[in-house]
Every structure is written in C-alpha cells, then in structure tokens.
C-alpha cells in the first residue's frame, strides 16, 4: 500500500491510499490534484472516504463522480454531497481489501467521523481523522463543545501508538509555537519541532506522524497532566476553578490557541 498526502489549497492534504491498481481517497476537496495521481499511476478510483461536511474536504466529489468506481462514505450526522452511504460510530467498511473502523469524534462538526485502519499489511496503521486532530494541535469547535471535542481526543489518542496521523492541513508548525509556548520545558516537543522546522524548509510534509509522538507533544491530548494544567490556570487564572477537570483544562487552552498568533 502507497500512502500519499496530496497538496491542495492553502494548506489541505488530499490523502491519496493505492495499491498500485485501484486508489481511495480522503476528504477531496479538489479534484484536480486526485485527477492528476489518478492519471499518472494509471489507478482506478475505488472509494472516497469523507470526515465532515466543510467545502474544503468534499467540494471535489462532484468532479470525481464520473470516474469513480465504488461508494462514497460520509458521516450520518453531517451534510454531504449525495448520494453517500452513511457511516457512524461503529460501523466498519472495506475497501482495497482493508478494513476500516469508524470512528465518532465530533466537535469541530456535529457529526464529524475518523476512519482508522489496524491491519495494513506490512505497515502501521492507518487513522485518517479530517479536521478533529492535528499534529500539535486540533480543529476549532464550531459545532460541538469542549467536553465532545475532549472525549473525541480522548478517544483518538487510545489508539496503538504506531498508528499513522493522517491529518488534513498542514499546521504543524503553528501549533508547534503554541505548544512550546504552553509546555516549553517540553524536551519532546522541542526536538520534534527542530524535525518538523527542517521537514517545512525542505518542502517536505509533517505527516503522517506516528500516535505516540501527539501523545507527547499535543497540548490537547494531555489535559489531564499537571504541566497542562498549571499552564491553563497562569493564562486564565479567574476563569478556572481551583481544581479545573481536564475538559476545564481543553476550554482555557483551546480558546487561547484561537487568539494565539
């Protein structure tokens, strides 16, 4: 299996999973550059998968439809370009011979789903989770609340810690300067920046990056760690109670990421 992340836009990945005959792809948002790997390797297109509704990850679909060979998968609980089949915690679909679990994880949309592969074979496995989790970091909450976006996270961080994180932007390294500035005595983190610094100015992508690393360095999966928490309560001391619950902690910090420049 050939894993691909797909520039598009500003900042999106387009992920791009073939096999040499036939390809799926995640979140297309433009269809020009999935139309141009398609081309190129020759690979029939047998799937898309979609984490949420937002423009950027499903405006291409229509484009594709025509060459497309198999379903369409999206969230029950969010707005998609029919026709899909709708997915939902629980369920498991297959394609490419590959069994993908689906995952809820909403928060940055009311019915935003991840998709997570165990059994690649010969690799680590798979999670491609949209806009809920990024290196460092994590999707704004427009339509879901702290505490869904907290249990979401949670959820994804639980995972084997081999798992690849197939984010959808790349905003590694903003969130890496937020990170740093919430836990800078974080020697992890200081060193998986110095990597993902060198990564950018080579042109090169930050992801997929492996599990374990985000569980490291990922100021919104460690709320519950006294560092995170202390930091909380120095940037918004009257705003916390005197003992903040982890989902206290993700509020203060994920409100101070979105003022963070």
């Given at each position: 299996m ?53 423009g ?39 394609l ?117 690393t ?43 990421k979105?003022?963070?420049?």
């Open positions: 050939t894993l691909t992340p797909l520039p598009a836009f500003d900042d999106n990945y387009l992920w791009l999973l073939d096999n040499g005959r036939e390809a799926l792809v995640v979140d297309p948002g433009d269809a020009a550059p999935v139309a141009a790997a398609l081309d190129a390797r020759r690979l029939t297109l047998a799937g898309i998968l979609l984490t949420h509704h937002h950027d990850h499903v405006g291409g679909v229509e484009a594709l439809r025509p060459r497309l060979q198999g379903p369409v998968y999206g969230p029950a609980r969010d707005r998609m370009p029919e026709p899909v089949t709708r997915v939902s915690g629980g369920d498991t679909i297959e490419l011979g590959l069994r993908f679990a689906v995952l809820d994880v909403p928060g940055h949309t009311a019915g935003h789903v991840a998709y997570f592969c165990a059994d690649v074979p010969g690799q680590a496995p798979l999670l491609f989770c949209g806009d809920a989790l990024f290196s460092a970091g994590c999707g704004r909450l427009f339509e879901g609340t702290p505490a869904q976006m907290h249990a979401s996270l949670q959820s994804l961080a639980a995972l084997p810690g081999a798992t690849r994180v197939c984010c959808a932007h790349e905003y590694t390294l903003s969130n890496l300067r937020f990170a740093r500035e919430v836990d800078p005595h974080n020697a992890v983190l200081a060193a998986h920046a110095a990597w993902a610094e060198g990564q950018r100015s080579a042109g090169q992508p930050t992801l997929p990056v492996p599990l374990g985000e569980t490291r360095i990922n100021p919104f999966l460690r709320c519950a760690e006294p560092a995170l928490r202390e930091a909380a309560r120095r940037h918004a001391p009257l705003q916390l109670p005197a003992e903040p619950s982890p989902v206290d902690v993700f509020a203060t910090l994920r409100e101070w979105n003022g963070f420049r």
